[in-house]
């Protein structure tokens, strides 16, 4: 076999092996990957049936039925152009609240219910942890007291 040869059946050979590696890969995220939809694109049939999936917008206003076993809650999710009905078995986040931002992941089903196997609630950009908010202030009353100033309160 010629150099050139030699040379083309190696660039064939790791070109297969990229493209299995590739095919791999995207084999093995197909059911890990979870896309986020509104519920107006849930509406309008965008979401996949029958598939995982991310659902996001607020907690409608007088929406949040806990059923009497103290773990099921019926709420509905929506972006304030339409509403999607959500069934939710387990724990609710702290910060789950109506009118807040929230993010399911589910599927939706053949009766137009988005059945949640995991809720997270979303917060708003100022929020801090109440550790970070304290080292901040010590950090401050620190400082304040090297300089001489009071610390404000």
Known sequence: MKPR???FVFIIVALAALGA???LVLYALKDNVSLFFTPTQVYNKEA??????RLGGLVEEGSVKRQSDGVTVHFNITDNAKTVPVIYKGILPDLFKEGKGVVAQGKIHADNIFRADEVLAKHDENYM???AAEALKQAADSKAAA???????
């Open 21 to 23: 590696a590739v095919g």
């Open 5 to 7: 040869q030699k040379k």
């Open 48 to 53: 996949p049936q029958g598939r995982n999936f």
């Open 147 to 153: 300089s001489g100033v009071p610390a404000a309160k």
């Open 129 to 131: 942890p109440p550790e």
